[in-house]
């Protein structure tokens, strides 16, 4: 199985500062047939169903603020959110859809300083 | 606007058994493929099964392998998780969530419904 393992656990930074998640994957996710890598981001507010943020490490889907960015390759990525709003508040997960089982890291809860 | 909307949760002892239903609305339900999701109380999100479009292929993952199956009826726009011989680690709230594009090769998951509630314990 693909271990993906972010950090930090949890951050806290100031309204208008930059938030930046880490998560690396035990083996690369990078499809050479493609040059796709098969990452992806996910928001959850609490009481709330996950939300997509990023597919293919670096594509941010429709609608989604573009102070939210990924980049990386291989088995490092990162999310960044370039100047935390209040509604930012949540937990973020990366996934890996190179290979089943399909894996989820651990979440990173982002708060306000 | 896309609509997953799960059911059949509830409290189970251990060792039995239930299906949970998720119902698909706004879109054409045989393109996608479609998944099991669940989230343990204050834990992170676990993969759980998936199906294609057809309902011709299936994972799993080693925790539930052999206890769940997951099946779906195209003409309803539904798709199922029957959960067989649950245990206390079962416990969670089981998300139906779709791949964001259709086709014939998973990619990632786009919407989800709000989950289903399953509680073992006796």
């Known amino acids: 199985d693909i271990v993906m393992t972010q950090s930090p656990d949890s951050l806290a930074v100031s309204l208008g500062e930059r938030a930046t998640i880490n998560c690396k994957s035990s083996q690369s996710v990078f499809y050479s047939s493609n040059y796709g890598n098969y990452l992806a981001w996910y928001q959850q507010k609490p009481g709330q169903p996950p939300k997509l943020l990023i597919y293919w490490a670096s594509s941010r889907k429709s609608g989604v603020p573009t102070r939210f960015s990924g980049s990386g390759s291989g088995a490092d990525f990162t999310l960044t959110i370039s100047s935390l709003q209040a509604e930012d508040v949540a937990i973020y997960y990366c996934q890996q859809y190179y290979t089943t089982p399909l894996t989820f890291g651990q979440g990173t809860k982002v708060e306000i300083k | 606007e896309v609509q997953l909307v799960e059911s059949g949760g509830g409290l189970v002892q251990p060792g039995g058994s239930l299906r949970l239903s998720c119902v698909a609305s706004e879109f054409t339900f045989s393109d996608y493929w479609m998944h099991w999701v669940r989230q343990a109380p204050g834990k992170g999100l676990v993969w759980v099964s998936r199906i294609n479009s057809d309902g011709s292929n299936t994972s799993y993952a080693d925790s539930v392998k052999g206890r769940f199956t997951i099946s779906r009826d195209n003409a309803k726009n539904t798709l199922y998780l029957q959960m067989n011989s649950l245990r206390a680690d079962d416990t969670a709230i089981y998300y139906c969530?779709?791949?964001?594009?259709?086709?014939?090769?998973?990619?990632?998951?786009?919407?989800w419904g709000r989950g289903s509630q399953v509680t073992v314990s006796s």
């Open positions: 969530a779709r791949d964001d594009l259709p086709g014939d090769a998973g990619n990632w998951f786009g919407p």
